[in-house]
Protein backbone atom coordinates (compact mmCIF):
# COMPACT_ATOMS: atom_id res chain seq x y z
CA UNK A 1 0.00 0.00 0.00
CA UNK A 2 2.96 2.20 0.99
CA UNK A 3 4.74 1.28 -2.08
CA UNK A 4 2.23 1.79 -4.59
CA UNK A 5 1.41 5.24 -2.78
CA UNK A 6 4.82 6.37 -3.44
CA UNK A 7 5.09 4.88 -6.69
CA UNK A 8 1.57 7.05 -7.99
CA UNK A 9 3.23 10.50 -5.89
CA UNK A 10 6.15 10.17 -8.44
CA UNK A 11 3.88 9.75 -11.43
CA UNK A 12 2.32 12.78 -11.21
CA UNK A 13 5.95 14.97 -11.68
CA UNK A 14 6.24 12.49 -15.24
CA UNK A 15 2.33 13.05 -16.74
CA UNK A 16 2.30 16.59 -15.64
CA UNK A 17 6.20 17.11 -17.54
CA UNK A 18 4.68 14.80 -20.47
CA UNK A 19 1.83 17.30 -20.78
CA UNK A 20 3.65 20.90 -20.38
CA UNK A 21 6.01 19.33 -23.37
CA UNK A 22 3.23 18.22 -25.22
CA UNK A 23 1.43 22.03 -24.80
CA UNK A 24 4.73 24.24 -25.69
CA UNK A 25 5.40 21.64 -28.87
CA UNK A 26 1.75 22.52 -29.99
CA UNK A 27 1.83 26.33 -29.28
CA UNK A 28 5.21 26.44 -30.93
CA UNK A 29 3.51 24.97 -34.07
CA UNK A 30 0.73 27.40 -33.55
CA UNK A 31 2.88 30.39 -33.29
CA UNK A 32 4.57 28.75 -36.37
CA UNK A 33 1.06 28.53 -38.19
CA UNK A 34 0.07 31.77 -37.23
CA UNK A 35 3.23 33.45 -38.31
CA UNK A 36 3.07 31.90 -41.62
CA UNK A 37 -0.29 32.78 -42.39
CA UNK A 38 -0.36 36.65 -40.82
CA UNK A 39 2.71 37.71 -39.82
CA UNK A 40 4.77 37.13 -42.57
CA UNK A 41 2.78 38.31 -45.55
CA UNK A 42 1.90 41.67 -43.20
CA UNK A 43 5.98 42.13 -42.86
CA UNK A 44 6.56 41.30 -46.59
CA UNK A 45 3.16 43.39 -47.44
CA UNK A 46 5.02 46.80 -45.16
CA UNK A 47 8.05 45.87 -46.95
CA UNK A 48 6.89 46.31 -50.66
CA UNK A 49 3.88 49.30 -49.65
CA UNK A 50 6.72 51.79 -48.11
CA UNK A 51 8.66 51.13 -51.45
CA UNK A 52 5.16 53.10 -53.11
CA UNK A 53 4.15 49.17 -54.81
CA UNK A 54 0.43 49.73 -54.75
CA UNK A 55 -2.06 46.61 -55.05
CA UNK A 56 -4.84 44.62 -53.22
CA UNK A 57 -4.44 43.69 -49.59
CA UNK A 58 -3.77 40.62 -47.77
CA UNK A 59 -6.30 38.97 -46.70
CA UNK A 60 -6.20 35.52 -44.03
CA UNK A 61 -5.20 32.67 -46.27
CA UNK A 62 -6.94 32.96 -49.46
CA UNK A 63 -5.56 36.30 -50.73
CA UNK A 64 -6.92 36.84 -54.34
CA UNK A 65 -7.85 33.19 -54.82
CA UNK A 66 -11.99 34.01 -54.59
CA UNK A 67 -11.90 37.47 -56.54
CA UNK A 68 -9.72 35.31 -59.18
CA UNK A 69 -11.62 32.58 -59.25
CA UNK A 70 -14.97 34.93 -59.33
CA UNK A 71 -13.86 37.51 -61.82
CA UNK A 72 -12.40 34.08 -64.37
CA UNK A 73 -16.27 32.56 -64.04
CA UNK A 74 -17.84 35.97 -64.93
CA UNK A 75 -15.35 36.55 -68.13
CA UNK A 76 -15.65 32.84 -69.29
CA UNK A 77 -19.28 33.55 -68.79
CA UNK A 78 -19.28 35.79 -72.50
CA UNK A 79 -17.82 35.27 -75.38
CA UNK A 80 -16.16 37.45 -78.30
CA UNK A 81 -17.26 38.71 -81.46
CA UNK A 82 -15.59 36.74 -84.49
CA UNK A 83 -12.13 38.46 -85.62
CA UNK A 84 -11.87 40.14 -82.06
CA UNK A 85 -8.46 39.29 -80.62
CA UNK A 86 -8.10 41.63 -77.51
CA UNK A 87 -8.93 38.36 -75.63
CA UNK A 88 -6.45 39.47 -72.11
CA UNK A 89 -9.69 40.88 -70.29
CA UNK A 90 -11.41 37.10 -70.55
CA UNK A 91 -8.57 35.33 -69.96
CA UNK A 92 -6.79 37.49 -67.13
CA UNK A 93 -9.37 39.71 -66.02
CA UNK A 94 -8.48 40.08 -62.13
CA UNK A 95 -4.99 41.12 -63.31
CA UNK A 96 -6.21 43.39 -66.34
CA UNK A 97 -8.31 45.12 -63.44
CA UNK A 98 -5.52 45.15 -61.12
CA UNK A 99 -2.79 46.66 -63.59
CA UNK A 100 -5.58 49.07 -64.42
CA UNK A 101 -5.81 50.54 -61.50
CA UNK A 102 -2.74 50.14 -59.16
CA UNK A 103 -0.20 50.56 -62.13
CA UNK A 104 2.05 47.96 -64.71
CA UNK A 105 4.03 47.42 -61.61
CA UNK A 106 1.74 46.34 -58.46
CA UNK A 107 1.24 43.87 -56.13
CA UNK A 108 -1.66 40.97 -55.55
CA UNK A 109 -2.09 38.31 -53.61
CA UNK A 110 -1.59 34.12 -54.20
CA UNK A 111 -3.39 32.80 -51.23
CA UNK A 112 -1.00 33.87 -48.65
CA UNK A 113 2.04 35.06 -50.77
CA UNK A 114 2.49 38.20 -52.36
CA UNK A 115 2.84 38.86 -55.81
CA UNK A 116 4.98 41.67 -57.48
CA UNK A 117 3.46 41.88 -61.61
CA UNK A 118 6.32 43.59 -63.40
CA UNK A 119 4.50 44.77 -66.84
CA UNK A 120 7.98 45.53 -68.32
CA UNK A 121 9.65 43.16 -71.38
CA UNK A 122 13.54 44.92 -70.22
CA UNK A 123 12.99 44.00 -66.35
CA UNK A 124 11.27 40.66 -67.44
CA UNK A 125 14.41 39.11 -69.15
CA UNK A 126 16.49 40.56 -66.52
CA UNK A 127 13.90 38.70 -63.98
CA UNK A 128 14.45 35.63 -66.80
CA UNK A 129 18.05 35.90 -67.13
CA UNK A 130 18.54 35.40 -63.59
CA UNK A 131 22.09 36.51 -63.31
CA UNK A 132 22.63 36.66 -59.48
CA UNK A 133 21.07 33.32 -58.93
CA UNK A 134 18.35 35.10 -56.44
CA UNK A 135 15.25 33.72 -58.49
CA UNK A 136 14.15 30.31 -58.73
CA UNK A 137 10.85 29.01 -60.45
CA UNK A 138 7.62 28.10 -58.28
CA UNK A 139 7.38 24.83 -56.91
CA UNK A 140 4.46 22.70 -57.47
CA UNK A 141 2.19 20.44 -55.10
CA UNK A 142 4.19 16.92 -54.88
CA UNK A 143 1.83 15.05 -56.83
CA UNK A 144 1.61 17.26 -59.68
CA UNK A 145 5.45 16.71 -60.28
CA UNK A 146 3.76 12.83 -61.32
CA UNK A 147 3.41 14.46 -64.48
CA UNK A 148 7.20 15.14 -64.65
CA UNK A 149 10.21 16.35 -62.62
CA UNK A 150 12.61 16.77 -65.39
CA UNK A 151 14.52 19.90 -66.34
CA UNK A 152 11.74 22.15 -66.29
CA UNK A 153 11.88 21.62 -62.33
CA UNK A 154 15.19 21.52 -61.45
CA UNK A 155 17.95 24.47 -60.13
CA UNK A 156 21.05 24.44 -59.88
CA UNK A 157 24.34 22.33 -60.84
CA UNK A 158 21.57 19.75 -61.55
CA UNK A 159 19.47 21.43 -64.01
CA UNK A 160 23.15 22.68 -65.63
CA UNK A 161 24.39 18.91 -65.96
CA UNK A 162 20.41 18.36 -67.37
CA UNK A 163 20.49 20.67 -69.90
CA UNK A 164 24.18 19.72 -70.79
CA UNK A 165 23.29 16.82 -71.96
CA UNK A 166 20.42 17.50 -73.53
CA UNK A 167 20.86 20.18 -75.75
CA UNK A 168 22.65 18.05 -78.00
CA UNK A 169 19.40 16.72 -79.04
CA UNK A 170 18.09 19.64 -80.25
CA UNK A 171 20.43 20.94 -82.05
CA UNK A 172 19.10 21.60 -85.86
CA UNK A 173 21.59 18.94 -87.68
CA UNK A 174 19.61 16.06 -85.36
CA UNK A 175 16.20 18.04 -86.00
CA UNK A 176 16.83 17.33 -89.78
CA UNK A 177 16.98 13.40 -88.74
CA UNK A 178 12.97 13.91 -87.67
CA UNK A 179 11.44 15.10 -90.52
CA UNK A 180 10.32 11.87 -91.78
CA UNK A 181 8.73 11.25 -88.82
CA UNK A 182 7.08 14.63 -88.44
CA UNK A 183 5.90 14.15 -92.11
CA UNK A 184 4.51 10.56 -91.62
CA UNK A 185 2.54 11.84 -88.64
CA UNK A 186 1.07 15.21 -90.58
CA UNK A 187 0.37 12.85 -93.19
CA UNK A 188 -1.56 10.23 -91.70
CA UNK A 189 -3.47 13.48 -89.80
CA UNK A 190 -4.64 14.55 -93.68
CA UNK A 191 -5.52 11.16 -94.90
CA UNK A 192 -7.78 10.50 -92.21
CA UNK A 193 -9.38 13.95 -92.64
CA UNK A 194 -9.79 13.12 -96.63
CA UNK A 195 -11.86 9.75 -95.83
CA UNK A 196 -14.37 11.91 -93.68
CA UNK A 197 -14.89 14.17 -96.27
CA UNK A 198 -18.57 14.10 -97.27
CA UNK A 199 -20.19 13.73 -101.00
CA UNK A 200 -19.39 17.54 -101.50
CA UNK A 201 -15.54 17.42 -100.81
CA UNK A 202 -16.48 19.06 -96.94
CA UNK A 203 -15.68 17.70 -93.39
CA UNK A 204 -15.97 19.59 -90.10
CA UNK A 205 -14.61 19.00 -86.99
CA UNK A 206 -12.91 20.40 -83.78
CA UNK A 207 -9.31 20.48 -84.61
CA UNK A 208 -8.62 20.99 -80.87
CA UNK A 209 -8.22 17.11 -80.08
CA UNK A 210 -6.82 16.45 -83.33
CA UNK A 211 -4.38 18.38 -83.40
CA UNK A 212 -3.87 16.84 -79.57
CA UNK A 213 -3.45 13.48 -80.91
CA UNK A 214 -1.18 14.49 -83.86
CA UNK A 215 1.59 15.91 -81.50
CA UNK A 216 1.29 12.94 -78.90
CA UNK A 217 1.67 10.80 -82.39
CA UNK A 218 4.84 13.24 -83.25
CA UNK A 219 6.53 12.88 -79.89
CA UNK A 220 5.84 9.52 -79.60
CA UNK A 221 7.58 8.69 -82.77
CA UNK A 222 10.43 11.72 -82.68
CA UNK A 223 11.10 10.17 -78.85
CA UNK A 224 10.85 6.81 -79.05
CA UNK A 225 11.19 5.67 -82.64
CA UNK A 226 10.70 1.96 -83.16
CA UNK A 227 9.04 1.78 -79.92
CA UNK A 228 5.91 4.13 -80.81
CA UNK A 229 3.70 1.96 -79.90
CA UNK A 230 4.70 1.73 -76.48
CA UNK A 231 5.55 5.58 -76.87
CA UNK A 232 1.71 6.26 -77.77
CA UNK A 233 0.88 4.42 -74.38
CA UNK A 234 2.66 6.61 -72.17
CA UNK A 235 0.82 9.30 -74.40
CA UNK A 236 -2.31 8.38 -73.62
CA UNK A 237 -2.04 7.86 -70.03
CA UNK A 238 0.15 11.02 -69.72
CA UNK A 239 -2.90 13.20 -71.08
CA UNK A 240 -5.11 11.21 -68.44
CA UNK A 241 -2.73 12.55 -65.64
CA UNK A 242 -2.73 16.01 -67.00
CA UNK A 243 -6.82 15.79 -66.90
CA UNK A 244 -7.20 14.66 -63.33
CA UNK A 245 -4.07 17.23 -62.05
CA UNK A 246 -6.41 19.85 -63.65
CA UNK A 247 -9.63 18.52 -62.11
CA UNK A 248 -7.97 18.73 -58.77
CA UNK A 249 -6.63 22.31 -58.82
CA UNK A 250 -10.04 23.14 -60.08
CA UNK A 251 -11.31 22.24 -56.82
CA UNK A 252 -9.24 25.02 -54.67
CA UNK A 253 -8.63 23.36 -51.57
CA UNK A 254 -5.24 23.96 -50.11
CA UNK A 255 -3.10 20.13 -49.89
CA UNK A 256 -6.12 18.46 -51.52
CA UNK A 257 -3.16 17.26 -54.34
CA UNK A 258 -1.87 15.23 -51.17
CA UNK A 259 -5.03 13.34 -49.48
CA UNK A 260 -5.67 9.64 -50.51
CA UNK A 261 -8.50 10.09 -52.90
CA UNK A 262 -9.52 7.95 -55.68
CA UNK A 263 -8.46 10.31 -58.35
CA UNK A 264 -5.08 10.74 -56.43
CA UNK A 265 -4.22 6.76 -56.03
CA UNK A 266 -5.10 6.68 -59.82
CA UNK A 267 -2.83 9.06 -60.34
CA UNK A 268 -0.05 7.05 -58.63
CA UNK A 269 -1.21 4.08 -60.63
CA UNK A 270 -0.82 5.74 -63.92
CA UNK A 271 2.49 6.88 -63.11
CA UNK A 272 3.54 3.14 -62.14
CA UNK A 273 2.51 2.24 -65.50
CA UNK A 274 4.28 5.33 -67.35
CA UNK A 275 7.61 4.30 -65.12
CA UNK A 276 7.50 0.57 -66.13
CA UNK A 277 7.03 1.17 -69.73
CA UNK A 278 10.02 3.87 -69.52
CA UNK A 279 12.19 1.63 -67.75
CA UNK A 280 11.96 -0.71 -70.58
CA UNK A 281 12.53 1.38 -73.12
CA UNK A 282 15.18 3.15 -72.25
CA UNK A 283 16.57 -0.70 -70.94
CA UNK A 284 15.92 -1.75 -74.66
CA UNK A 285 17.62 1.08 -75.85
CA UNK A 286 20.82 1.01 -73.84
CA UNK A 287 21.43 -3.00 -75.05
CA UNK A 288 21.18 -1.79 -78.75
CA UNK A 289 23.90 0.81 -78.07
CA UNK A 290 25.80 -1.69 -76.32
CA UNK A 291 25.42 -4.18 -79.32
CA UNK A 292 26.51 -1.42 -81.75
CA UNK A 293 23.13 -0.86 -83.30
CA UNK A 294 22.14 2.83 -84.43
CA UNK A 295 20.18 4.76 -81.93
CA UNK A 296 20.79 8.32 -82.91
CA UNK A 297 17.68 9.05 -85.10
CA UNK A 298 14.92 9.68 -82.13
CA UNK A 299 15.13 11.87 -78.77
CA UNK A 300 15.44 9.28 -76.35
CA UNK A 301 18.60 7.73 -78.60
CA UNK A 302 20.36 11.33 -78.72
CA UNK A 303 19.74 11.42 -74.78
CA UNK A 304 21.34 8.27 -74.24
CA UNK A 305 24.08 9.02 -76.60
CA UNK A 306 25.20 12.30 -74.91
CA UNK A 307 24.60 10.70 -71.58
CA UNK A 308 26.99 8.59 -71.59
CA UNK A 309 29.45 11.62 -73.25
CA UNK A 310 28.45 13.70 -70.59
CA UNK A 311 31.82 16.52 -69.39
CA UNK A 312 32.14 19.95 -67.65
CA UNK A 313 32.88 23.04 -68.88
CA UNK A 314 36.78 21.93 -68.38
CA UNK A 315 36.13 18.55 -70.21
CA UNK A 316 36.68 16.64 -67.80
CA UNK A 317 34.28 13.41 -67.48
CA UNK A 318 31.19 13.91 -64.71
CA UNK A 319 28.47 11.58 -63.51
CA UNK A 320 25.41 11.64 -65.79
CA UNK A 321 21.88 11.53 -65.77
CA UNK A 322 20.44 8.07 -63.58
CA UNK A 323 17.63 5.89 -64.92
CA UNK A 324 15.20 7.79 -63.38
CA UNK A 325 16.56 10.94 -64.53
CA UNK A 326 15.99 9.81 -67.92
CA UNK A 327 12.56 8.17 -67.40
CA UNK A 328 11.41 12.05 -65.74
CA UNK A 329 12.93 13.71 -69.05
CA UNK A 330 10.77 11.24 -70.88
CA UNK A 331 7.68 11.95 -69.32
CA UNK A 332 8.38 15.68 -69.69
CA UNK A 333 8.93 15.26 -73.39
CA UNK A 334 5.08 14.60 -73.60
CA UNK A 335 4.35 17.21 -71.23
CA UNK A 336 5.96 20.17 -73.09
CA UNK A 337 6.26 18.63 -76.51
CA UNK A 338 1.78 18.06 -77.09
CA UNK A 339 -0.17 20.68 -75.38
CA UNK A 340 1.65 23.62 -76.15
CA UNK A 341 2.02 22.79 -79.91
CA UNK A 342 -1.56 22.23 -80.39
CA UNK A 343 -2.91 25.17 -79.02
CA UNK A 344 -0.47 26.78 -81.23
CA UNK A 345 -1.88 24.93 -84.16
CA UNK A 346 -5.82 25.44 -83.71
CA UNK A 347 -5.42 29.05 -82.92
CA UNK A 348 -3.56 29.20 -86.38
CA UNK A 349 -6.06 27.52 -88.08
CA UNK A 350 -9.02 29.56 -85.92
CA UNK A 351 -7.29 32.57 -86.52
CA UNK A 352 -6.80 32.00 -90.45
CA UNK A 353 -10.14 31.39 -90.72
CA UNK A 354 -11.22 34.69 -89.66
CA UNK A 355 -8.31 36.44 -92.18
CA UNK A 356 -8.40 33.93 -95.17
CA UNK A 357 -6.69 36.75 -96.63
CA UNK A 358 -3.54 35.47 -94.65
CA UNK A 359 -4.87 31.78 -95.73
CA UNK A 360 -4.55 32.18 -99.07
CA UNK A 361 -1.12 33.92 -98.64
CA UNK A 362 0.13 30.78 -96.82
CA UNK A 363 -0.69 28.57 -99.45
CA UNK A 364 0.60 30.74 -101.91
CA UNK A 365 3.61 30.30 -100.44
CA UNK A 366 3.63 26.57 -99.57
CA UNK A 367 2.66 25.69 -102.91
CA UNK A 368 5.53 27.44 -104.74
CA UNK A 369 8.15 26.02 -102.46
CA UNK A 370 6.61 22.43 -102.68
CA UNK A 371 3.42 22.36 -104.64
CA UNK A 372 2.05 18.79 -103.71
CA UNK A 373 4.67 16.78 -102.91
CA UNK A 374 6.44 16.10 -100.13
CA UNK A 375 8.12 18.77 -97.38
CA UNK A 376 11.75 18.67 -97.40
CA UNK A 377 14.05 20.32 -94.41
CA UNK A 378 15.32 23.27 -97.09
CA UNK A 379 12.58 24.10 -98.37
CA UNK A 380 10.28 24.63 -94.73
CA UNK A 381 13.67 26.66 -93.64
CA UNK A 382 12.45 29.22 -96.41
CA UNK A 383 8.94 29.51 -95.04
CA UNK A 384 8.81 33.71 -94.44
CA UNK A 385 5.01 34.03 -94.60
CA UNK A 386 3.90 30.97 -92.99
CA UNK A 387 6.47 31.93 -89.94
CA UNK A 388 5.51 35.33 -89.89
CA UNK A 389 2.32 33.65 -88.93
CA UNK A 390 3.12 31.49 -86.78
CA UNK A 391 4.80 34.67 -84.66
CA UNK A 392 1.80 36.72 -84.77
CA UNK A 393 -0.63 33.56 -83.17
CA UNK A 394 1.91 33.36 -81.05
CA UNK A 395 2.35 36.96 -79.91
CA UNK A 396 -1.99 36.96 -79.51
CA UNK A 397 -2.65 33.79 -78.19
CA UNK A 398 0.84 32.34 -76.52
CA UNK A 399 0.06 29.42 -74.80
CA UNK A 400 1.30 30.93 -71.35
CA UNK A 401 -0.44 33.67 -70.10
CA UNK A 402 2.29 34.62 -67.41
CA UNK A 403 5.99 32.77 -65.94
CA UNK A 404 6.20 33.25 -62.83
CA UNK A 405 9.99 33.16 -60.72
CA UNK A 406 10.16 33.39 -56.59
CA UNK A 407 12.97 35.08 -54.56
CA UNK A 408 14.90 33.14 -52.33
CA UNK A 409 17.17 36.15 -51.31
CA UNK A 410 16.74 39.64 -51.13
CA UNK A 411 16.81 41.27 -54.78
CA UNK A 412 16.36 44.58 -56.66
CA UNK A 413 14.25 44.49 -59.74
CA UNK A 414 14.09 48.10 -61.23
CA UNK A 415 13.20 50.15 -58.42
CA UNK A 416 11.40 47.71 -56.06
CA UNK A 417 13.65 45.90 -53.55
CA UNK A 418 11.99 42.20 -53.08
CA UNK A 419 12.05 40.62 -49.82
CA UNK A 420 12.80 37.01 -50.33
CA UNK A 421 9.85 34.89 -50.39
CA UNK A 422 8.23 36.92 -53.17
CA UNK A 423 6.24 35.49 -55.98
CA UNK A 424 7.72 37.30 -59.73
CA UNK A 425 4.90 37.42 -61.97
CA UNK A 426 5.85 38.59 -65.83
CA UNK A 427 2.44 39.00 -67.70
CA UNK A 428 3.57 37.77 -71.08
CA UNK A 429 0.04 37.81 -72.53
CA UNK A 430 -0.72 41.84 -71.25
CA UNK A 431 2.74 42.52 -72.54
CA UNK A 432 1.97 41.36 -75.95
CA UNK A 433 -1.51 43.43 -75.75
CA UNK A 434 0.43 46.18 -74.72
CA UNK A 435 0.00 49.82 -77.29
CA UNK A 436 2.90 50.92 -75.27
CA UNK A 437 4.93 48.02 -76.80
CA UNK A 438 3.52 47.20 -80.01
CA UNK A 439 0.75 50.26 -81.24
CA UNK A 440 -2.02 50.99 -81.44
CA UNK A 441 -2.68 47.67 -83.75
CA UNK A 442 -1.91 45.81 -81.01
CA UNK A 443 -4.85 43.88 -81.19
CA UNK A 444 -5.14 43.26 -84.99
CA UNK A 445 -3.79 40.36 -87.04
CA UNK A 446 -0.64 41.69 -88.68
CA UNK A 447 1.58 38.97 -89.34
CA UNK A 448 3.87 41.83 -91.42
CA UNK A 449 5.01 43.78 -88.23
CA UNK A 450 7.87 41.28 -87.92
CA UNK A 451 8.75 41.41 -91.76
CA UNK A 452 11.84 42.88 -90.57
CA UNK A 453 12.66 40.66 -87.68
CA UNK A 454 11.68 40.29 -84.05
CA UNK A 455 13.55 42.79 -83.05
CA UNK A 456 12.07 45.41 -84.70
CA UNK A 457 8.23 44.29 -84.63
CA UNK A 458 7.64 46.32 -81.60
CA UNK A 459 8.73 49.55 -80.04
CA UNK A 460 11.00 47.62 -77.39
CA UNK A 461 13.28 44.73 -79.55
CA UNK A 462 13.11 42.42 -76.91
CA UNK A 463 9.34 42.30 -76.12
CA UNK A 464 8.34 39.16 -77.84
CA UNK A 465 9.18 36.38 -75.51
CA UNK A 466 7.12 33.13 -76.53
CA UNK A 467 9.37 30.51 -75.20
CA UNK A 468 10.58 32.31 -72.32
CA UNK A 469 14.15 34.01 -72.12
CA UNK A 470 17.33 33.74 -70.23
CA UNK A 471 19.38 30.56 -69.81
CA UNK A 472 16.16 28.73 -69.27
CA UNK A 473 14.61 29.59 -72.72
CA UNK A 474 12.46 26.44 -74.01
CA UNK A 475 15.16 23.74 -75.64
CA UNK A 476 12.52 22.77 -78.25
CA UNK A 477 11.68 25.92 -78.97
CA UNK A 478 13.08 24.92 -82.68
CA UNK A 479 11.53 21.32 -82.60
CA UNK A 480 7.93 23.07 -81.71
CA UNK A 481 8.26 25.63 -84.62
CA UNK A 482 9.45 22.90 -87.16
CA UNK A 483 6.51 20.38 -86.05
CA UNK A 484 4.19 23.69 -86.36
CA UNK A 485 5.46 24.28 -90.07
CA UNK A 486 5.29 20.85 -91.37
CA UNK A 487 1.83 20.15 -90.08
CA UNK A 488 0.36 23.37 -91.12
CA UNK A 489 1.70 23.36 -94.77
CA UNK A 490 0.79 19.82 -94.98
CA UNK A 491 -2.81 20.75 -94.51
CA UNK A 492 -2.50 24.51 -96.57
CA UNK A 493 -1.79 21.42 -99.66
CA UNK A 494 -4.54 19.42 -99.09
CA UNK A 495 -7.09 22.02 -97.73
CA UNK A 496 -8.96 25.38 -97.47
CA UNK A 497 -10.87 26.03 -94.28
CA UNK A 498 -13.30 28.43 -92.43
CA UNK A 499 -15.04 28.72 -89.38
CA UNK A 500 -17.76 26.47 -88.74
CA UNK A 501 -21.44 27.94 -88.26
CA UNK A 502 -21.29 26.00 -84.53
CA UNK A 503 -17.73 28.02 -83.50
CA UNK A 504 -18.17 30.62 -80.47
CA UNK A 505 -14.65 32.74 -80.04
CA UNK A 506 -13.87 32.25 -76.38
CA UNK A 507 -10.71 31.49 -74.75
CA UNK A 508 -10.45 29.09 -71.87
CA UNK A 509 -7.50 29.68 -69.40
CA UNK A 510 -7.83 27.24 -66.45
CA UNK A 511 -4.72 25.75 -68.24
CA UNK A 512 -2.61 27.46 -71.05
CA UNK A 513 -4.86 28.95 -73.47
CA UNK A 514 -7.45 26.63 -74.95
CA UNK A 515 -10.27 27.81 -77.01
CA UNK A 516 -12.82 27.17 -74.91
CA UNK A 517 -16.16 25.97 -76.43
CA UNK A 518 -14.32 23.77 -79.07
CA UNK A 519 -12.25 24.96 -82.59
CA UNK A 520 -14.77 23.61 -85.20
CA UNK A 521 -13.46 24.20 -88.57
CA UNK A 522 -15.05 23.66 -92.01
CA UNK A 523 -12.73 21.41 -93.97
CA UNK A 524 -12.45 21.56 -98.20
CA UNK A 525 -10.54 19.57 -100.00
CA UNK A 526 -8.39 21.03 -102.97
Known sequence: MVLSTLMSAASVPWSSLVCGTLGFVLLWQASRLVDLLWWQPRRLERALRAQGLRGTSYRFVIGDMMDYRRRRKEAQSRSMPLRCHSIAPLVAPLLCDIVREHGKTCMSWYAMYPKVTIHDPDLAKEVLSNKFGHFEKVKFPPLSRLLAAGLAEHEGEKWVKHRRILNPAFHLEKLKLMLPALSTSCEELVNRWTRSLGSDGTYELDVFPEFQRLTGDVISRTAFGSNYLEGARVFQLQSEQVER??????????????????????????????????????????????????????????????????????????????????????????????????ILLTWTMIVLSMHPEWQDRAREEVISLFGKNKLNYEGVNRLKTVTLILYEVLRLYSPAVAFFRKTYKEMKIGGITCPAGVLIELPLLLMNHDPDIWGRDVHEFKPERFTNGISQASKNPGAFLPFSWGPRICIAQQFALLEAKIAFCTILQCFEFELAPSYTHAVNNTRLMRPMHGAQIKLRAI
Open 245 to 342: IAGAWKIGIPGYLSLPTKNNRKMHQNNSEIESILHGLIGKRMQAMQEGENTKEDLLGLMLESNMRTSDDNGQSISGMTIKEVVEECKLFYLAGTETTS
